[in-house]
T-cell receptor, first 113, second 117 residues
Framework: AQSVTQPDIHITVSEGASLELRCNYS??????LFWYVQSPGQGLQLLLK??????LVQGIKGFEAEFKRSQSSFNLRKPSVHWSDAAEYFC???????????FGRGTSLIVHP | GAVVSQHPSRVICKSGTSVKIECRSL??????MFWYRQFPKQSLMLMAT?????????EQGVEKDKFLINHASLTLSTLTVTSAHPEDSSFYIC?????????????FGPGTRLTVL
């Protein structure tokens, strides 16, 4: 069965600084990978996804993520964080005949002015 | 992207009563809908998957007689928490997927905060 680990519960950055949120997955074959963002009291919005092809994926709101098979990672990055990026971020993996994503526990992003 | 709504956004009820939560896909036909439960500072836990016109498939450990799911149309699914107790208090999120491909994007509703007194 697939699983996802987001090792950081909280990440604090200053506005304008760069950001990297970590995600490691466990799955035997090539997984389908996702990053979602959840604002307080809201549902989840898809930021980007990786199914195949170019391992560097561009998403909405200036986010990107890189699939690294050798490290079983799919880290989310943004070169310059805005205060409105403060939210909960979830990494998810799908595969193995299951077409339902398995979510990590989430990383809370705090942005200081 | 497509829009999924949930109603109500918040509900407070007394222990022993039943609560119904609606999930609607506003601008697309949802062939599959999903219900999740989210505890504070934790991930989403899938409760059940439902296809329009079929019985829901519940995840292991989820009581189907307690969490009744109905997906009667391509735009509406309901979750009824029967005989609710304080331990059922949680944030419930639905999502919907259209089309016939399992790789189609899931669109999430804004969630419903249930508090059982």
């Amino acid at each position: 069965a697939q699983s996802v680990t987001q090792p950081d519960i909280h990440i604090t950055v200053s506005e304008g600084a760069s950001l990297e949120l970590r995600c490691n997955y466990s799955y035997g074959a090539t997984p389908y990978l996702f990053w979602y963002v959840q604002s307080p009291g809201q549902g989840l919005q898809l930021l980007l996804k990786y199914f195949s092809g170019d391992t560097l994926v561009q998403g909405i709101k200036g986010f990107e993520a890189e699939f690294k098979r050798s490290q079983s990672s799919f880290n989310l990055r943004k070169p310059s964080v805005h205060w409105s990026d403060a939210a909960e971020y979830f990494c998810a993996v799908m595969g193995g005949g299951s077409y339902i994503p398995t979510f990590g526990r989430g990383t809370s992003l705090i942005v200081h002015p | 992207g497509a829009v999924v709504s949930q109603h109500p956004s918040r509900v407070i009820c007394k222990s022993g009563t039943s609560v119904k939560i609606e999930c609607r896909s506003l601008d697309f036909q949802a062939t599959t809908m999903f219900w999740y439960r989210q505890f504070p500072k934790q991930s989403l836990m899938l409760m059940a998957t439902s296809n329009e016109g079929s019985k829901a498939t519940y995840e292991q450990g989820v009581e189907k007689d307690k969490f009744l799911i109905n997906h009667a149309s391509l735009t509406l699914s309901t979750l009824t928490v029967t005989s609710a107790h304080p331990e059922d208090s949680s944030f419930y999120i639905c999502s919907a997927r259209g089309g016939t491909s399992e790789y189609n994007e899931q669109f999430f509703g804004p969630g419903t905060r249930l508090t059982v007194l």
